[in-house]
Each structure stands twice: as structure tokens, then as C-alpha cells.
């Protein structure tokens, strides 16, 4: 029985509005024995021995001690995405369990929804498109300005893989690139991209046009932009976040934009995912947001799937892992 | 001594309202010219007409033709706002003798950047997104909300004047393949700082283009450039972004 070979994968769900894409099935049942999470609660005993991996795709099925100690055979989590926040990476390693996700796969998207973000916000596109389409416009007025990306000041928040495509981008467009990153990069790293080192995130934030924040979380970016660092940010500044919801002060956020100490934000991410309804921040005019996109398109979806499932045919034949996450 | 007098006379057509000159450029103007109100000059005798040297055109106002023409003996230059000199009858303005000026360099960026920023809210549908991000009562459907990939993708552009050319600037940096269709083929030094490819036929463009780019003056020749013919040609899975003119397309034809 072809079922018996192939090793076995714990997925969530197929389908719906977290599962595994269905065209994505097939691909992986060619390859892995998929184990849905409500197959396996149905017969725990029997299907938790034979599960070695999990394909963790959008942060499920969530994986704490109690799913641990039930999988004694587990070897490797392939989590989709860049950010692995949302695992306890001390606990899996405690288990002996490998953790890889997808770097590189989803670089560019997020970097072009970061310039997206940035271009969409500052020439007004939403408010316009809905001008141009309503059927109350009767004329389009001369005085409806934006605020121009070309020429302008970028300041990146985190230079990783990235921040560092951006910055790429951000040249093109003639923008004046500082960054600020935990390490300076290497002086043709920063040449290539035009890009001045900010070792302090102030000198940055009170310089910048636009503030674009591409850290990964962890507990020193929680929180990083605040009250205070929202009130050096220049009045006509925009906030720009694809990094992660929780590396901003949310509130502190609606305080700033409320008393216009900084004049827009577009963010990818919010904390949680989706905002309540009734989330202050949906009601400003001056906030873009869209449903964490950054590596929403057809291409990298594929192109993650075959990563992540590189990563555990490895991991389970004990070989080195691509995009092994370490501690 | 009067400083208006000293100062030549510009025709503008109003300050502020729908489309009038910005409140905060008339002081700026005022250093250099004494400004002429359209409708100053229609209740007025014939002294004024005779003091306008130049119009400052502005939003395409005012309009432009024989009647106005005739009645300003002075008029030496028009400055256009902009690049489009599609709703000028350039040979009426050079037939009285005055000069024409329109402002290329100034919008160039600005609109390359609007290029640029329709095309990565399309592919990525920023707008729809932000409607399932942001309204009260829409299902939250992350998961397959998926768009089409900018970097890497084949982006034609048709129109390689300074705007087009600086819109091939910006997606080299987002390590697009780019195709050019133009009157005139660009030089080698030119195609190559942008990995430019020139398509002799706009058809070669049509076919290969996941992102087609518009970015041509118009003229009679580019009147309905882009028809059901044209349409036809490209793929299922292209984009059309215009940033030229309305007119270089029929709109019968979008589906």
C-alpha cells in the first residue's frame, strides 16, 4: 500500500480559509501521507506514532507541549513564511525537533508590497480610485495633491533580507535611503543600494519621509515604535509596516495619528490579524491596511510549498536541512 | 512708482475653485508677474488685453482659440502645466507667432511613480484588500486572497519618452524583463542601463507583456492605439495600466 511508504505529515486542515490549498494537496499527498489535525484527534493513539513532520501553513495546526509529547516520532516542523514568532523554538528544540521556515521565497513579494504600501499611501491611491469610480464625482478637483515617493526619504527599520530588497527598490526611485539594523552592513552592501547607517533608530526616524519597518519580532522589537518614537518622526512622515503587527504600539499608534503627530500609516500587519471591527484604527482616514499579503501571490505560494516540503524530505532522511530555523 | 506696472501681464484663468491656480503658488507668481484674471479680462476695456504677454495655462484653462488668440496683441509665450499638449491647436498658437512651453521634467517622476504604484495595486490588490482588511461586516479571507508576482514578471512599455524611460529605471530595480515599444529606437547605452529590449512591433510586446504600460502622447497616430485587436493579443493574465490618455484606447473594447 502506497500509503504505508510515504511518510506521514500533520496538515491542519484542506481547504477553507486556513487549509492547505487544494491544488497544493495533491502535490504534497504525491509525496507525504497527509494526516489532517482532525483525523489524527479522532484516532490520536494510532496516527500520532506515525506522524515525523508537521507542514505548519499560516501558523497552524498550533504546536504546544500537549501535541509534543503525543508525537513521539516527530522530527521536523516546516513552518511557511519568514516569521517564526509564533513558535516556542526553545520548547521544539527540547524535543528535539527541527524547525525550518521559508526566507527567501517570500522576499520580494513582501518587498514590493512594502513599496506598494509606500506608493499606494502616499499619492492618496485608495482615496483616489474610489473618487475617480463614485457616482457622486462630477469633476476631479485641481488641489488634490500626494505627497511625492521620488526624491524622498526612506528609513528601514531592520536591513535583513528583506529590508535590503527594498532598499533595492527604494534606489530606483531616486529616494534618499537611511537604515537602522542591529549590525551595520558591509560598505558595498550599503553603496550598492545608496544607503546611509542610522546606528541610532532617532537620527533615522526624525530624518525620514517615510519610516519602513522590516524586523523580524523578538522581544527587543516588541514595541519598537512607540509614543516616543512616533513623536520623532516629522509631522509629515508615514509609517509603513511589514514586519509584524506587535513590533509597533498599537494604541500609541491611533494616539498619533488622532493628534496628527505623524500623517499616515499603511500596514500589512496589525495585532491581531484580523483587527476587531470596531478597532479605531479602522475608522482614520489616514491608515491603509491590508490582510497581511506580503507573500500572497500564486508563484511564491508554490515555491514555498516546494521549499517547505524540500526541508522535511531532509529533515527526515537526516540530511542538513534547507532553511533550518536555529536557535 | 507702481510695481504692476512694471511687472508683464499673465493671463491665468482663476485662483483656486475646481481648477484654478493653488492659493499658495499665487505669491511666487505674483513676484515676477502681474497677474490677469480671465474674468477681469472679459469685463474689461481694451487696456488689459493689451498688457497680457503670456498665459499660464493651467488644468487646460483657459481655453485656447482663435477669439483669444485675436484679442491679445502681446502675447508672446503660453506655458502649459504638464507634458500633454493634446488639447492645444499648436499650429493656431504658432500661426499667431507665440511661443509654446510645457513642463516635461517636472511631472516626469511623479507620473513614473504612478505608474509604478497602479501596477503594484493591481497585481497585489491593494484596494480589494483593503476592503477585506478594513470593512465591518466582510468575511476575513486570508488564506487564498493571493495576487500575481511584480518582481520577476515581463513588463512592456509602450511609449519610451522620459516618463516611459523612467518607469524602466524603476522596474529593473524590481528585476522585471522589459520590453519597449517606441517611434524611435532608444540608443544601446540607453537599452542597456535598463535591460531594455525594443519591439519593433507593438504585437511582440502584446504577446509576451504580463504588465502592459502605457505611456504615449497623444497624437492621431496614438488615437485608439490600443483597440480589441491589440486586447486580443495580450495574455488572459495581463495587466493594462494607462497613464498617457484616455483617448489612446476604445472604450468600447475593455471587457
Known amino acids: ?327 | 512708482m507702481m510695481e504692476g506696472e512694471e511687472l508683464p501681464g499673465l493671463l491665468v484663468n482663476e485662483v483656486g475653485g475646481m481648477h484654478g491656480i493653488l492659493h499658495d503658488h499665487v505669491e511666487f507668481l505674483r513676484k515676477h508677474f502681474c497677474l490677469i484674471i480671465m474674468k477681469e479680462l472679459l469685463e474689461s476695456k481694451k487696456n488689459l488685453r493689451k498688457k497680457v504677454q503670456a498665459i499660464y495655462l493651467w488644468w487646460h484653462k483657459p481655453v485656447i482659440d482663435k477669439d483669444l488668440l485675436q484679442s491679445l496683441p502681446n502675447l508672446k509665450v503660453i506655458a502649459n502645466s504638464g507634458v500633454g499638449m493634446d488639447h492645444l491647436d499648436l499650429k493656431l498658437v504658432a500661426s499667431f507667432g507665440v511661443k509654446m512651453a510645457n513642463a516635461p521634467r517636472a511631472v516626469s517622476s511623479s507620473t513614473a511613480d504612478t505608474g509604478m504604484a497602479l501596477l503594484l495595486a493591481s497585481a497585489r490588490r491593494l484596494v480589494e484588500g483593503y476592503h477585506v482588511a478594513s470593512s465591518p461586516g466582510m468575511e476575513y479571507c486570508e488564506a487564498d486572497f493571493l495576487g500575481v508576482e511584480v518582481t520577476g514578471a515581463t513588463l512592456g512599455i509602450i511609449g519610451m519618452g522620459s516618463i516611459g524611460y523612467k518607469i524602466a529605471l524603476r522596474a529593473k530595480a524590481f528585476e522585471m524583463k522589459i520590453l519597449y515599444h517606441n517611434r524611435t529606437r532608444r540608443k544601446e547605452q540607453e537599452e542597456q542601463a535598463v535591460g531594455a529590449i525594443y519591439c519593433e512591433k507593438l504585437d511582440d510586446l502584446l504577446c509576451q507583456a504580463d504588465f502592459v504600460m502605457v505611456v504615449v502622447s497623444l497624437t492621431p497616430q496614438t488615437h485608439k492605439l490600443i483597440g480589441k485587436r491589440e486586447m486580443e493579443l495580450m495574455k488572459p493574465t495581463a495587466t493594462l495600466v494607462n497613464i498617457s490618455r484616455g483617448s489612446i484606447w476604445k472604450i468600447c473594447s475593455i471587457c
Open chain 1, 1 to 327: 500500500m502506497e500509503g504505508q511508504e510515504l511518510p506521514c505529515v500533520l496538515i491542519d486542515c484542506i481547504g477553507g480559509k486556513h487549509g492547505v490549498y487544494e491544488d497544493h494537496a495533491e502535490f504534497l499527498k504525491e509525496r507525504f501521507c497527509l494526516i489532517t489535525m482532525k483525523e489524527y484527534l479522532e484516532n490520536k493513539s494510532f496516527l500520532g506514532k506515525k506522524i515525523r513532520a508537521i507542514y505548519m501553513w499560516y501558523h497552524k495546526p498550533v504546536i504546544n507541549e500537549e501535541l509534543l509529547q503525543s508525537l513521539p516520532n516527530l522530527k521536523i516542523v516546516a513552518s511557511s513564511g519568514a516569521g517564526v514568532d509564533h513558535l516556542d523554538l526553545n520548547l521544539l528544540s527540547s524535543y528535539g525537533v527541527k524547525v525550518s521556515n521559508t526566507p527567501l521565497t517570500v522576499s520580494t513579494d513582501t518587498a514590493d508590497l512594502g513599496m506598494a504600501l509606500m506608493l499606494a499611501s502616499s499619492r492618496r491611491l485608495v482615496e483616489g480610485h474610489q473618487m475617480a469610480i463614485s457616482p457622486d464625482t462630477e469633476y476631479f478637483p485641481a488641489n488634490w495633491l500626494g505627497a511625492e515617493v521620488s526624491g524622498a526619504t526612506l528609513g528601514i527599520v531592520g536591513m535583513g533580507i528583506i529590508g535590503y530588497k527594498v532598499a533595492e527598490r527604494a534606489k530606483a526611485f531616486e529616494m534618499k535611503i537611511l537604515y537602522h539594523n542591529r549590525k551595520q552592513r558591509n560598505k558595498e552592501e550599503e553603496r550598492a543600494v545608496g544607503a546611509t547607517y542610522c546606528e541610532k533608530i532617532d537620527d533615522l526616524l526624525q530624518q525620514a519621509d517615510f519610516v519602513m519597518l522590516a524586523v523580524k519580532l523578538t522581544p527587543q522589537t516588541h514595541k519598537l515604535i512607540g509614543k516616543r518614537e512616533l513623536q520623532l518622526m516629522k509631522p509629515t512622515a508615514i509609517l509603513i509596516n511589514i514586519s509584524r503587527g506587535l513590533v509597533v504600539d498599537q494604541d500609541a499608534l491611533v494616539e498619533a495619528l488622532q493628534n496628527k503627530v505623524i500623517k499616515a500609516a499603511a500596514l500589512d500587519v496589525t495585532y491581531p490579524e484580523p483587527l476587531p471591527r470596531d478597532h479605531p484604527l479602522l475608522k482614520l482616514k489616514d491608515v491603509l491596511i491590508t490582510p497581511h499579503i506580503g507573500s500572497a501571490t500564486v508563484k511564491t505560494r508554490h515555491l514555498m510549498k516546494e521549499n517547505m516540503t524540500e526541508s522535511i524530505q531532509a529533515g527526515l532522511a537526516g540530511l542538513p536541512i534547507p532553511n533550518e530555523v536555529l536557535l
